[in-house]
Nanobody
Framework: QVQLVESGGGLVQPGGSLRLSCAAS????????MGWYRQAPGKQRELVAG???????NYADSVKGRFTISRDNAKNTLYLQMNGLKPEDTAVYYC??????????????WGQGTQVTVSS
């Protein structure tokens, strides 16, 4: 069994910062690509940022220069540093990971989501 658990969401004023974390636990053998997605009310889930096991990153145009994705492979943990937050960043943020378990099976797992609200 593999679980992804996000933390770090909350309410922040425009221009503020938050740092999200996503910890993978269970029978994790290898984690390949990991990513952060978000879904605002009434909108489709969208990719925010992704990172490979080697550290290559990609970002949605809307967050470039404000958000930074990183990972600690030793801790099986993914991070998203969000600076310069805007009201339009308000959404539920989900992490996912392409994970191979001990025993060989490989699957894309999702966390349960963490709410980020940007409002004055």
């Amino acid at each position: 069994q593999v679980q992804l658990v996000e933390s770090g969401g909350g309410l922040v004023q425009p221009g503020g910062s938050l740092r999200l974390s996503c910890a993978a636990s269970g029978t994790v053998h290898v984690i390949y690509v990991m990513g952060w997605y978000r879904q605002a009310p009434g909108k489709q889930r969208e990719l925010v940022a992704g990172i490979t096991s080697g550290g290559s990153t990609n970002y949605a145009d809307s967050v470039k220069g404000r958000f930074t994705i990183s990972r600690d492979n030793a801790k099986n943990t993914l991070y998203l540093q969000m600076n310069g937050l805007k009201p339009e960043d308000t959404a539920v943020y989900y992490c996912n990971g392409d994970i191979q378990r001990f025993g060989g099976s490989r699957f894309v797992y999702w966390g349960q989501g963490t709410q980020v609200t940007v409002s004055s």
